[in-house]
């Protein structure tokens, strides 16, 4: 989407302040996620997902590498910050010589686009089934829903613990829960927070002017972490 003018910026900012959206949801509402999956050729699982306007595809294929994995993982596995996808494909992969591509696509961009990758990384991780590189183990769940790799030696298993990510606008003394496009551009930052239930597990924090350490310790202790 095109950047908002600055006259618009400020009409919209002090609609914001005063508890008013353009998409009338209230301050703390979250849009509906809507994915689809489909069968491509070339990779082993992809799936899009919706969020309002916002619409992103993710694919994720697996690829041969000649690296074992437990040697360094920094080398095996890089997502720079991406901090629990690189856990968690760490622990996927931990016992194979296996590596993998992930790639994305953004159809639409109205707003909290990192949600919106996070929630499409969970989806596309909850389903994907490790590639039979042998005849001696089978892919199976336990009751709880953990993937469990038999093999005639042992048992692997991988929980695949669900990964929260919210995005919040942040303007002067309060805060607004999946804000779109043009909230983003009329907020002092926008802010993503990754957790795994009452954990946080990381942030990324985006700010044209930048915000004062005070006040984002202020948002971080009274409206954002999960109670």
């Known amino acids: 989407m095109n950047k908002v003018n600055s006259e618009e910026l400020v009409v919209i900012r002090h609609m914001l302040q005063s508890g008013i959206r353009l998409d009338e949801r209230r301050a703390h509402e979250h849009r509906s996620y809507k994915t689809r999956e489909d069968n491509l050729p070339l990779y082993d699982a992809n799936v899009s997902v919706s969020l309002g306007n916002s619409e992103l595809t ?7 590498t000649s690296r074992i994995v437990e040697t360094d993982m920094q080398d ?6 991406f901090f ?14 296996l590596g993998c591509i992930v790639e994305y696509k953004v159809i639409r961009d109205d707003g909290s686009l990192l949600s919106l990758f996070y929630s499409a990384f969970d989806r596309i991780l909850r389903s994907i089934k490790l590639p039979y590189i042998c005849d001696n183990y089978e892919f ?17 298993f991988v929980k695949m613990d669900s990964v929260n990510a919210i995005t919040y606008g942040l303007i002067d003394d309060f805060c607004i829960i999946d804000p779109t496009f043009v909230e983003e551009q009329a907020s002092d930052a926008v802010l993503t927070v990754l957790h795994q239930g009452d954990t946080m597990n990381g942030l990324y924090l985006f700010s044209e002017h930048g915000i004062a350490l005070e006040t984002l310790n202020r948002f971080l202790e009274n409206d954002l972490l999960p109670k």
């Open 140 to 156: 199976v769940k336990d009751k709880n829903d953990n993937l469990v790799f038999k093999t005639a030696n042992s048992d692997y």
């Open 76 to 81: 095996s596995i890089s997502f720079d910050n």
């Open 84 to 97: 629990v996808i690189k856990d968690r494909l760490y622990k996927l992969f931990d016992v194979f010589k």
């Open 58 to 64: 993710l694919y994720f294929r697996y690829s041969e």
